[in-house]
């Protein structure tokens, strides 16, 4: 095949009628005059001076001169293997540090690769920018042409664009904006033939905007909140993601003290209310018995940013029949959307819990609610690692729970926790602690399988003095397998948990009890272990908990990522498989 046209007719480095290849050289190997002159250069230097200080991606013609001059202007850039999970070290990234993920890609391809990560940031609502290079609207033939901006604002990213020369910086510095204001990834389209044109606008015209204040509560909606919670007896609070962006977890503990709540969190909040007496975990399908016991006694049940669906309520059984129900959120939409709320309340987590402790206070109203010592005591005993089990580990085999808590007795508390989706995903969630809900990376909005791998890259990336770990299934380690690569070659302190069935487990334990044939999803045992050490990691088998013991030795002298294949036993069937099965 001959050279493809859009490359060879117009390319960022060489302009639509610029000099020859080689003659027009590198950004590095330009003068700096040269360096920061082309739009391409003021948008790297635009986004680098938003305070942006890592970004990932991989690089082709059509974004290595603004990645250049993004590096230049003081990023970091970490050169993934596959941009589909390129984009998902910058959604994880944007998830433990809340500040904008930058990603960047080449146009068409380099773009339709990151699609899945970028369905997933959408739907989790990760504040993240992609820089896309882009095919002139000129070039009807090009390989790389298909509609960019339709493409991404079918996931639910927003589509934003360099118009020209005279508006550069300010394009750039819109679209990193609109990422943070609307809480979305926005998709920068760079249109190669504009990148080389020599800017004309080189500084945005305008300061960057200050950050957003919280949406109050209104005062009527405050009293009748009030109102409800001074007649119930056994309050519970369920925070979700919009709880734990809007930092209300030490409003929610003072508001839980106030009103004698008991408090859980969904699925994609763990950790918001870690260590606290009165915390059962997350509410739903990864609820202890214990707390699937005692959240359907609450009569009234205050949400906090989160959308009650049937995750959380484990379709409707966490919340009790005859219980009111509060629903604090910032976006009207989430109101209502998976079960009917006796109180709205469209305003910030963080806010409307100070607003109501105050009042409450001012009412010198405190209630005992749920809140005994004996409680604490029995929440303190009745964690998922002291439910009983029977262990089915085997010569060949260990149980996933056996192989889960001692991981977690030997991890630091200070570790983040990057998930994929599968089976397997409801033993880290059950026995893997975090310190908070920041380092807790549940990229499941999307329910894709593959995106935990590089979620963790990003995490490790951003907090490289505690370690990371990677909780994923075979099928998401060969779907994300160039990473490991790309985390050996840039010495992550990341432990790489992978729970070996051989298996599509999800689909095994579904299909095979229904008596459908499940060998296509199957497969025959793979040296992971062996894999992962030719990418350049350390890395061993697991199949018993002494074999665990690599753990803490890496742990003393990290030095790159340790990869644990697991070899789980794969006749066990989780619980909580079923209840995602009920959901289609
Ligand atoms: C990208 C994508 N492809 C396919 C699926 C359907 N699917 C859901 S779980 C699963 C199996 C994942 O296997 P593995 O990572 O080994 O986890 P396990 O279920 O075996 O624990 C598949 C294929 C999906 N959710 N996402
Ligand atoms: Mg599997």
């Known amino acids: 095949?001959?050279?493809?046209?859009?490359?060879?007719?117009?390319?960022?480095?060489?302009?639509?009628?610029?000099?020859?290849?080689?003659?027009?050289?590198?950004?590095?190997?330009?003068?700096?005059?040269?360096?920061?002159s082309s739009v391409a250069d003021v948008v790297g230097a635009t986004i680098a001076g938003q305070g942006v200080k890592d970004a990932f991606g991989i690089l082709g013609s059509g974004n290595l001169v603004v990645t250049n001059a993004l590096v230049r202007h003081g990023a970091r850039f970490h050169h993934a293997r596959h941009e589909g999970s390129a984009l998902c070290m910058a959604d994880g990234y944007a998830r433990v540090t809340g500040a904008v993920g930058v990603c960047s890609v080449?146009?068409?391809p380099g773009l339709t690769n990151t699609m899945t990560g970028l369905a997933e940031a959408a739907k989790s609502r990760t504040p993240v920018l992609v820089l896309a290079g882009e095919t002139p609207a000129a070039a009807l033939t090009s390989n790389f042409r298909i509609d960019q901006h339709d493409l991404v604002e079918s996931v639910g990213a927003i589509a934003d664009r360099v118009h020209g020369a005279k508006t550069a910086a300010d394009d750039a510095a819109r679209a990193y904006q609109r990422a943070i204001t609307d809480r979305r990834p926005v998709?920068?389209?760079?249109?190669?033939?504009?990148?080389?044109?020599?800017?004309?606008?080189?500084?945005?015209?305008?300061?960057?905007?200050?950050?957003?204040?919280a949406p109050q509560p209104a005062t009527d909606a405050i009293d009748r909140a009030i109102s409800l919670i001074v007649q119930a007896k056994r309050?519970?609070?369920?925070?979700?993601?919009?709880?734990?962006?809007?930092?209300?977890?030490?409003?929610?503990?003072?508001?839980?003290?106030?009103?004698?709540?008991?408090?859980?969190?969904?699925?994609?909040?763990n950790g918001l209310f870690a260590g606290l007496p009165y915390a059962l975990g997350i509410s739903g399908g990864f609820a202890s018995p214990f707390a699937a016991q005692v959240l359907p006694q609450a009569d009234l049940v205050l949400v906090f940013g989160a959308s009650v669906n049937h995750w959380t309520t484990k379709h409707g059984a966490m919340i009790g029949p005859d219980a009111r129900v509060i629903q604090i959120d910032v976006e009207p939409r989430a109101i209502g959307r998976n079960r009917p709320a006796d109180l709205a309340i469209i305003a910030d987590a963080s806010a409307t819990a100070r607003a109501l402790t105050a009042e409450l206070n001012n009412r010198n109203h405190t209630h005992q609610g749920f809140r005994t010592s004996e409680l604490a005591t029995q929440i303190a005993t009745n964690t998922w690692r002291h439910d009983p089990y029977d262990d089915a580990?085997?010569?060949?085999?260990?149980?996933?729970?056996?192989?889960?808590?001692?991981?977690?007795?030997?991890?630091?508390?200070?570790?983040?926790?990057?998930?994929?989706?599968?089976?397997?995903?409801?033993?880290?969630?059950?026995?893997?602690?975090?310190?908070?809900?920041?380092?807790?990376?549940?990229?499941?909005g999307f329910q894709a399988v593959g995106l935990g791998l590089g979620n963790a890259i990003g995490a490790a990336i951003a907090q490289p003095d505690r370690p990371t770990v990677a909780a994923i299934g075979d099928g998401g380690a060969f779907m994300a397998l160039a990473e490991l690569e790309t985390a050996a070659r840039l010495k992550l302190t990341l432990l790489v948990v992978i729970y070996d069935d051989a298996a599509y487990g999800a689909e095994v334990h579904h299909f095979a009890p229904m008596g459908h044939d499940v060998s296509l999803v199957r497969f025959p045992d793979a040296d992971l272990a062996g894999i992962a050490r030719a990418a350049g990691a350390k890395a061993a088998t697991v199949r018993r908990v002494d074999d665990l013991g690599v753990v803490t030795e890496w742990l003393a002298n990290p030095h790159g990522p340790l990869v644990l294949d697991v070899k789980v036993n794969p006749t066990i069937c989780a619980e909580w498989l079923e209840e995602a099965f009920r959901a289609g």
């Open 235 to 269: 309050p519970a609070i369920i925070a979700g993601r919009g709880a734990v962006l809007a930092g209300a977890g030490p409003e929610l503990e003072r508001l839980g003290e106030t009103i004698g709540a008991v408090l859980a969190t969904s699925a994609p909040a």
């Open 1 to 36: 095949m001959g050279p493809l046209v859009s490359e060879v007719e117009v390319s960022p480095e060489k302009g639509v009628n610029g000099p020859e290849p080689g003659m027009a050289g590198h950004a590095a190997e330009d003068s700096p005059a040269r360096q920061d």
């Open 106 to 108: 080449h146009q068409g």
């Open 393 to 444: 580990s085997t010569e060949e085999w260990i149980d996933p729970r056996t192989a889960s808590i001692a991981l977690n007795d030997l991890l630091p508390a200070n570790r983040a926790v990057a998930v994929d989706s599968g089976h397997f995903l409801g033993y880290p969630s059950m026995f893997l602690d975090v310190p908070d809900a920041r380092s807790w990376l549940f990229p499941n």
């Open 187 to 213: 998709v920068l389209m760079l249109p190669i033939d504009i990148q080389p044109q020599p800017a004309v606008q080189t500084e945005p015209s305008q300061p960057a905007m200050p950050p957003l204040s």
